[in-house]
């Protein structure tokens, strides 16, 4: 199963997992903090693979996982490159 893991910055300087997102078919569902996973299918994120201003949904599966670390890469949030298990 594909997935990616979405990193927050902790005071300490320590990371923990905010969300972990997960392509079950051919959509992605994400477990985690309730409001950040509420954000991200509410919201979606930006399409970065084709520098279109597309916005990308859970329900657009493998595309949407590949686009979460271009999305997060910020000091304080950050994600994974798609990780397998």
């Avoid at 930006?46 to 000091?75: R, T, V």
Wanted: net charge negative; charged share 30%.
């Amino acid at each position: 199963m594909k997935f990616v893991e979405i990193y927050k910055l902790e005071n300490d300087g320590s990371q923990s997992i905010l969300a972990t997102c997960s392509l079950a078919d051919e959509s992605v569902s994400c477990a985690g903090n309730k409001i950040f996973v509420e954000n991200l299918e509410k919201e979606g994120i930006q399409d970065y693979a084709d520098g279109s201003k597309n916005k990308l949904f859970p329900k657009d599966g493998l595309k949407f996982l590949e686009n979460l670390k271009h999305a997060f890469k910020s000091g304080y949030l950050n994600a994974s490159d798609v990780l397998e298990k």
